[in-house]
């Protein structure tokens, strides 16, 4: 049983991260005529922090590389990235003249993505709650 609130939680945070896709995904299609506007997307979660976490202690340690800003590389305007947060795409497939790299092709595809899993996530969350009922014999059928 005690992996059943990791599973819950791994769940519950991965539709945090897809509604967090999503709102940036449709800033971006707002932005599509935007001049010098550069398309937006949301870092993916570090598995290893719930890899860790699960393990509390044990040998298994699994990380992503962190880089650390500077003073001289926070003076020529870089800025440091958290878990979670928004970068700038580096998977575009044009730039407009004016600067934009926006392509409503590419957003599409990306928010029927988003909803793709989250619809996956939502099946696991009712599954899991199945189970549970049916353990604690309340008939989750």
Do not use: W
Not at 23 to 39: C, D, L, M, Y
Not at 115 to 133: E, G, V
């Amino acid at each position: 049983m005690s992996n059943v609130p990791s599973l819950m939680a791994g769940i519950g945070r991965e539709m945090k991260h897809l509604a967090e896709r999503q709102r940036v995904i449709a800033q971006n299609i707002a932005n599509s005529e935007t001049p010098g506007f550069k398309s937006r997307e949301v870092e993916a979660p570090d598995f290893g922090d719930l890899l860790n976490q699960q393990n509390q202690g044990g040998t298994p340690h699994v990380a992503r590389p962190r880089v650390q800003i500077t003073s001289g590389m926070a003076s020529l305007g870089a800025s440091p990235i958290g878990a979670g947060s928004v970068i700038l795409d580096k998977d575009i497939s044009e730039t407009k003249p004016d600067g934009n790299n926006v392509t409503l092709e590419d957003q599409l595809l990306r928010m029927s993505q988003v909803q793709a899993d989250f619809t996956a996530m939502t099946n696991l969350y009712r599954k899991q709650q199945s189970l549970l009922k049916t353990a604690l014999g309340r008939g989750g059928g």
